[in-house]
């Protein structure tokens, strides 16, 4: 709602600063619905629509459910998951940082159309050094088995490590194009999907909902914008 990270918010329920219908609670656990919360006596109004950033750790699948691995929903509150909140686009299982999830259909449908061209910047480590000519194969679109990727701009950090921002979000694409050039990437990390960036405050596995301006800007992404 635009107060904070989970900790933060839970720091300022300790600090006495929030109300349930008019009353301090201490208790960051209490329940919510159908009452009114107040942070300084100002009302926090809950949108129509949940948008939450996850900082996705390792180890867990981008999926709404599996029968037998976790997946990134065993991390959210159960109403959220009971609401409908879906991850928008995927994450692979060994890949952390931003992943977005949802209960706003539209949105999240929107913004991983491939019409759309929403970008998302990853930082890579790589088992061996880039080809001197890895930013120029990149820029000129790299050819896969069944596609040829839009081109792409790569950063070289190091010799074997990089940041690259792609237009499109294909199955294991940012591996596939590092592996077209001789690299197999041993860290895939994403820093930003459109306007949001990954809230440094978000430790490995926390999440928080999106402020007021970001889900303007990601609305804009989407081209929600006139659509509130
Ligand atoms: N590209 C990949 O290869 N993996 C991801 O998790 C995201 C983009």
Not at 67 to 95: F, H, I, Q, S, Y
Not at 166 to 192: D, I, N, P, T
Request: net charge neutral; hydrophobic share 40%.
């Amino acid at each position: 709602m635009g107060y904070g990270s989970r900790r933060e918010a839970q720091a300022l329920i300790r600090a006495g600063r929030v109300t349930l219908d008019g009353a301090v609670i201490r208790d960051s656990g209490a329940e919510t619905e159908g009452r009114q919360a107040a942070v300084d006596g100002k009302p926090v109004s809950l949108p129509g629509h949940t948008c939450i950033m996850l900082h996705k750790p390792a180890g867990l699948l981008t999926a709404a459910r599996d029968r037998e691995a976790p997946t990134v929903m065993d991390l959210l509150p159960p109403l959220c998951v009971k609401n409908g909140c879906m991850p928008v686009g995927r994450l692979d299982k060994d890949t952390t940082g931003l992943l977005l999830l949802t209960d706003d259909g539209v949105l999240g449908h929107r913004l991983i159309s491939p019409k759309r061209h929403v970008d998302k910047v990853y930082r890579a480590e790589l088992d061996t050094p880039l080809p001197p000519d890895a930013a120029d194969r990149f820029r000129e679109g790299i050819r896969l088995k069944d596609f040829t990727a839009l081109p792409a701009e790569l950063e070289v950090l190091s010799p074997g490590e990089a940041r690259v921002t792609v237009w499109e979000g294909k199955y294991h694409q940012v591996k596939r194009m590092f592996a077209a050039l001789g690299c197999r990437v041993v860290r895939l990390h994403r820093e930003s999907f459109g306007p949001l960036r990954l809230d440094p405050h978000l430790a490995e596995g926390e999440y928080r909902t999106l402020t007021e301006e970001e889900i303007r800007l990601i609305r804009q992404a989407a081209g929600m914008e006139d659509k509130l």
